[in-house]
């Protein structure tokens, strides 16, 4: 009965002749960027950093694509469609990372490091074992993030696709394979590049579509809303209560960003600081034009297609968004928003991929195993074959998690990567003391803390696990295993002095702020 | 080289640098700090004041909430311009000084 019901208002579901065109489009137009980007990736720096070549406008560009997720596009106007003003709460909490990110760590990062964010825990510190406490840190986290992506890429893609799960799954891993092996970090920019533009610009019509129903005035859509849906779904409702869950939250999205590995990776793209902060100055203004106009596009969801279809169609509200689209542009638009999120998608998981085999290839092999000396037909050689491990990694995860609620992988993500990466990265730049041991510690305490509380406290106990009462009783653990990490990582380091590390800060000190010596 | 690594980095020059930075870069931090946090409390604390209406609908969380992004660009923009203009001026001044 339910789904004949839809049948009569959607066309989501089934297969849809105008989202395949506007997909096999945007893989041909990607895939012969690829095949650009290919002639151009001969060595690492090209394949990990693409040449360095990267302008301020392209990076800033690459890093809003890498950022906006399907979770940002499709989950914030789901979550306004839904839940009305609580869905922006999310939206201003995943901008402000950005300007902590510039203010704290953007120069410094680009200045010390070379491919990878270990590069710069690692200084003046003992190689191996900060390589591998760093690479777990963030192989971890881009893992989780990679789960998340790609079990909602199966599932959406499966809905407005119409084809199976695990050929889904397949199909992401396959493009993006694409891209990465032969078009390394080039074509990875460049298909950031070009999703970006799309979501922006697909995101821009469909606000525009929206307010031309209400007069062009955002008043007449929130005097609809309220009538509609009533005054609550413009107020604050249930999603921010405790305070302590607030600010714990707040902190894992904010310090989160500057722990997410493939978001640091882009920073060795451009050729110096400058540019690094520049980029971050347009992405900051890309990604908070998004936010701001994602909100029109979940309110115009609730009232333009309303609560009921949208909730029918998914439970978890991820469709209001081409529902949309589909009211205001019929099939054909649907198809184009339908294919703009499959591209957003595949982008993602490409990032992700280049920053997991960097640090596979580039922080275990070649730092670890091979103690720095490889030949660079080698490096490129084990980067390419880590990347084809993690990409295979990526299909068997999306589908060993199948149908799970994955929501809380993205915040595991944030939470480990606030908690494992980002104190050592900090204190790596800023503290002559900082030792081997206290950034292992730090990493390691950050890392398995974090995963150890979500596990506990009422996001999986209760909400996965079923079981009655939650041990640990805050939802994001961040201000718990963030704060753990610092301490330890200060407390070991003052346990005992590493000279070797303390005599290397006065060059570390004059590559972080005057830049002699950056690569 | 005119200043050894060592003489550079005890150079009042150079220590007014890295203290500029460091200054600059914690007050903004504070400011996004107070800007956020603030936000996320006052939902946290005090709804209602959020949900009185500034126009016939509208209310007052919605300016506000746009008002919290706009702040993070325009903090945002600060820094860049000062680093641009001011940081990297003295940072190319202390490198050609060493070179000399």
């Given at each position: 009965?339910?789904?004949?019901?839809?049948?009569?208002?959607?066309?989501?579901?089934?297969?849809?002749?105008?989202?395949?065109?506007?997909?096999?489009?945007?893989?041909?137009?990607?895939?012969?960027?690829t095949?650009?980007a290919a002639k151009r990736t001969r060595s690492t720096k090209e394949f990990y950093a693409a040449g360095r070549t990267v302008?301020?406008?392209?990076?800033?560009?690459?890093?809003?694509?890498?950022?906006?997720?399907?979770?940002?596009?499709?989950?914030?106007?789901?979550?306004?469609?839904?839940?009305?003003?609580?869905?922006?709460?999310?939206?201003?909490?995943?901008?402000?990372?950005?300007?902590?990110?510039?203010?704290?760590?953007?120069?410094?990062?680009?200045?010390?490091?070379k491919y990878t964010?270990?590069?710069?825990?690692?200084?003046?510190?003992?190689?191996?074992?900060?390589?591998?406490?760093?690479?777990?840190?963030?192989?971890?986290?881009?893992?989780?993030?990679?789960?998340?992506?790609?079990?909602?890429?199966?599932?959406?893609?499966?809905?407005?696709?119409?084809?199976?799960?695990?050929?889904?799954?397949?199909?992401?891993?396959?493009?993006?394979?694409?891209y990465v092996l032969f078009g390394g970090m080039i074509a990875t920019t460049?298909?950031?590049?070009?999703?970006?533009?799309?979501?922006?610009?697909?995101?821009?019509?469909?606000?525009?579509?929206?307010?031309?129903?209400?007069?062009?005035?955002?008043?007449?859509?929130?005097?609809?809303?309220?009538?509609?849906?009533?005054?609550?779904?413009?107020?604050?409702?249930?999603?921010?209560?405790?305070?302590?869950?607030?600010?714990?939250?707040?902190?894992?999205?904010?310090?989160?960003?500057?722990?997410?590995?493939?978001?640091?990776m882009?920073?060795y793209t451009?050729?110096?600081?400058?540019?690094?902060?520049?980029?971050?100055?347009?992405?900051?203004?890309?990604?908070?034009?998004?936010?701001?106009?994602?909100?029109?596009?979940?309110?115009?969801?609730?009232?333009?297609?309303?609560?009921?279809?949208?909730?029918?169609?998914?439970?978890?509200?991820?469709?209001?968004?081409?529902?949309?689209?589909?009211?205001?542009?019929?099939?054909?638009?649907?198809?184009?928003?339908?294919?703009?999120?499959?591209?957003?998608?595949?982008?993602?998981?490409a990032?992700?991929t280049l920053a997991?085999a960097s640090?596979l290839s580039h922080?275990?092999y070649v730092?670890?195993?091979?103690?720095?000396?490889a030949?660079e037909q080698e490096q490129v050689r084990v980067a390419k074959m880590a990347t084809v491990?993690?990409?295979?990694?990526?299909?068997?995860?999306?589908?060993?998690?199948?149908?799970?609620?994955?929501?809380?992988?993205?915040?595991?993500?944030?939470?480990?990567?606030?908690?494992?990466?980002?104190?050592?990265?900090?204190?790596?730049?800023?503290?002559?003391?900082?030792?081997?041991?206290?950034?292992?510690?730090?990493?390691?305490?950050?890392?398995?803390?974090?995963?150890?509380?979500?596990?506990?406290?009422?996001?999986?106990?209760?909400?996965?696990?079923?079981?009655?009462?939650?041990?640990?009783?805050?939802?994001?653990?961040?201000?718990?295993?963030?704060?753990?990490?610092?301490?330890?990582?200060?407390?070991?380091?003052?346990?005992?002095?590493?000279?070797?590390?303390?005599?290397?800060?006065?060059?570390?000190?004059?590559?972080?702020?005057?830049?002699?010596?950056?690569? | 080289?005119?200043?050894?690594?060592?003489?550079?980095?005890?150079?009042?020059?150079?220590?007014?640098?890295?203290?500029?930075?460091?200054?600059?870069?914690?007050?903004?931090?504070?400011?996004?700090?107070?800007?956020?946090?603030?936000?996320?409390?006052?939902?946290?604390?005090?709804?209602?004041?959020?949900?009185?209406?500034?126009?016939?609908?509208?209310?007052?969380?919605?300016?506000?909430?746009?008002?919290?992004?706009?702040?993070?660009?325009?903090?945002?923009?600060?820094?860049?311009?000062?680093?641009?203009?001011?940081?990297?001026?003295?940072?190319?001044?202390?490198?050609?000084?060493?070179?000399?």
């Open positions: 009965m339910q789904a004949a019901q839809t049948a009569a208002q959607t066309v989501i579901g089934q297969r849809n002749n105008s989202a395949i065109i506007f997909f096999f489009l945007i893989v041909a137009i990607t895939l012969y960027i095949y650009w302008s301020a406008f392209q990076n800033g560009l690459a890093l809003s694509g890498d950022y906006m997720s399907a979770a940002s596009f499709l989950g914030i106007a789901g979550m306004v469609a839904m839940k009305g003003y609580d869905g922006m709460i999310y939206a201003t909490g995943w901008l402000v990372g950005w300007p902590a990110l510039m203010f704290l760590i953007a120069g410094p990062l680009r200045n010390l490091g964010f270990a590069d710069v825990v690692a200084f003046r510190l003992k190689q191996t074992p900060v390589r591998i406490a760093a690479a777990i840190g963030g192989i971890l986290t881009v893992l989780l993030y990679t789960i998340a992506q790609m079990v909602g890429a199966g599932s959406l893609i499966k809905l407005m696709f119409g084809i199976d799960y695990v050929w889904a799954e397949l199909i992401v891993g396959a493009v993006m394979l694409l460049w298909v950031q590049i070009v999703k970006a533009a799309l979501l922006l610009g697909g995101v821009t019509v469909l606000t525009l579509m929206v307010l031309a129903q209400f007069s062009w005035s955002p008043g007449d859509l929130y005097q609809a809303v309220s009538a509609k849906l009533g005054q609550k779904a413009l107020e604050p409702g249930g999603l921010v209560t405790g305070k302590i869950d607030a600010i714990s939250l707040g902190l894992a999205l904010m310090f989160g960003l500057l722990g997410l590995p493939h978001i640091l882009r920073f451009v050729p110096d600081a400058k540019a690094a902060r520049t980029s971050v100055l347009y992405a900051t203004g890309f990604i908070g034009y998004f936010y701001i106009i994602i909100p029109i596009v979940g309110f115009g969801a609730s009232v333009l297609v309303g609560r009921e279809l949208i909730k029918t169609v998914d439970p978890g509200g991820n469709m209001a968004a081409p529902l949309l689209a589909e009211v205001l542009g019929g099939t054909p638009f649907l198809g184009f928003i339908a294919a703009v999120a499959f591209a957003t998608i595949l982008a993602v998981v990032g992700l997991g640090a922080d275990i730092n670890v195993v091979k103690k720095g000396v030949t491990v993690f990409g295979i990694v990526a299909v068997l995860l999306g589908v060993l998690f199948k149908g799970q609620n994955v929501a809380f992988m993205v915040g595991l993500a944030f939470a480990v990567a606030c908690s494992a990466n980002f104190p050592a990265l900090l204190m790596s730049i800023v503290w002559k003391r900082f030792t081997t041991a206290g950034a292992v510690s730090s990493i390691l305490t950050g890392a398995f803390l974090s995963v150890l509380l979500i596990v506990i406290s009422p996001t999986v106990w209760v909400d996965v696990l079923h079981k009655k009462e939650a041990l640990f009783p805050i939802k994001n653990p961040a201000i718990v295993s963030m704060t753990a990490a610092f301490v330890i990582g200060i407390l070991v380091s003052l346990m005992a002095r590493e000279p070797s590390a303390e005599a290397k800060f006065e060059d570390e000190k004059l590559r972080t702020y005057l830049a002699v010596g950056a690569e | 080289m005119a200043r050894s690594t060592h003489e550079m980095l005890e150079s009042p020059d150079f220590k007014r640098l890295v203290r500029g930075k460091w200054t600059i870069a914690i007050v903004l931090t504070i400011v996004l700090f107070i800007v956020y946090y603030g936000f996320i409390l006052l939902i946290a604390a005090d709804k209602p004041f959020l949900a009185q209406k500034i126009g016939e609908y509208t209310t007052l969380g919605i300016p506000i909430g746009v008002g919290v992004i706009v702040a993070a660009w325009v903090l945002t923009f600060i820094y860049v311009v000062w680093a641009n203009r001011v940081h990297d001026v003295e940072v190319s001044r202390l490198v050609e000084e060493m070179k000399k």
